[in-house]
């Protein structure tokens, strides 16, 4: 089984709001990643958690709060979002933090957010 | 550093025609290389991977890709494809360096199908 599962699927939120998204796995991966993805774009690495420590943060805003409670869990913490920071958000696993040989990064369906 | 370029932006195919998408990386050694492909509003699924060995890979749902150390590519191909293939393809390279692993991916391709 291959499967990362997020939800919400949608997410409509106001720039005042307080929301988090959720992302699960049940693979035994150690590492965990959050992408944040625009329309036409590649995804964009946002947060890295290896072994449920966060050992990558590539300069996010602090309105975007990471969270490994354990390793089977990923949460993104969202507060007073702009508009500009609606898009896909995806979560990824593999098994490893170093990409080796044995490791691939699995992505879930992701979470399209829009913030109004 | 490494780096992954996609020439071409939007690529439209008959169905039943053969396919090749391009792609050219930029890295010293044997790159680890990754195909993956997006359905609108979906996640990314895994097509295949080359980390070493036979340059010739085989993927899911008909796909092969060809590592060509000499030319830095990675090219992505399906002999017939089908009206369900239309997607965007995101070629990615791992990124190793230090203690952690990320991809970077391409710009991507969109494959259209014309019936």
């Known amino acids: 089984d291959t499967e990362v599962t997020q939800t919400p699927k949608h997410l409509v939120m106001g720039m005042t709001n307080k929301k988090s998204l959720k992302c699960e796995q049940h693979m035994g991966h150690r590492a965990m990643y959050w992408y944040k993805q625009k329309a036409k774009k590649p995804p964009e690495l946002m947060f890295v958690?290896?072994?449920?420590?966060?050992?990558i943060n590539e300069s996010v805003p602090s309105r975007f709060s990471p969270e490994c409670p354990n390793s089977s869990l990923l949460n993104l913490h969202l507060h007073a979002l702009q508009p500009e920071d609606s898009a896909l958000y995806l979560c990824?696993?593999?098994?490893?933090?170093?990409?080796?040989?044995?490791?691939?990064?699995?992505f879930g369906p992701g979470t399209r957010l829009t913030v109004l | 550093a490494q780096s992954v370029t996609q020439p071409d932006i939007h690529i439209t195919v008959s169905e039943g025609a053969s396919l090749e998408l391009r792609c050219n990386y930029s890295y010293g050694a044997t790159p680890y290389l990754f195909w993956y492909v997006q359905s609108p509003g979906q996640g990314l699924q895994l097509l295949l991977k080359?980390?070493?060995?036979?340059?010739l890979v085989q993927g899911i749902k008909g796909f092969e890709a060809e590592f060509k150390r000499s030319q830095s590519s990675f090219n992505l191909r399906k002999p017939s494809v089908h009206w369900s293939d239309a997607a965007e393809y995101f070629c990615?390279?791992?990124?190793?360096?230090?203690?952690?692993?990320?991809?970077?991916f391409g710009k991507g391709t969109k494959l259209s199908v014309k019936p």
């Open positions: 990824a696993s593999s098994q490893a933090p170093r990409v080796t040989s044995t490791d691939t990064q699995y």
């Open positions: 958690y290896s072994y449920e420590k966060l050992s």
């Open positions: 080359y980390f070493s060995g036979d340059t």
């Open positions: 990615a390279v791992g990124n190793y360096g230090g203690s952690q692993g990320n991809l970077i």
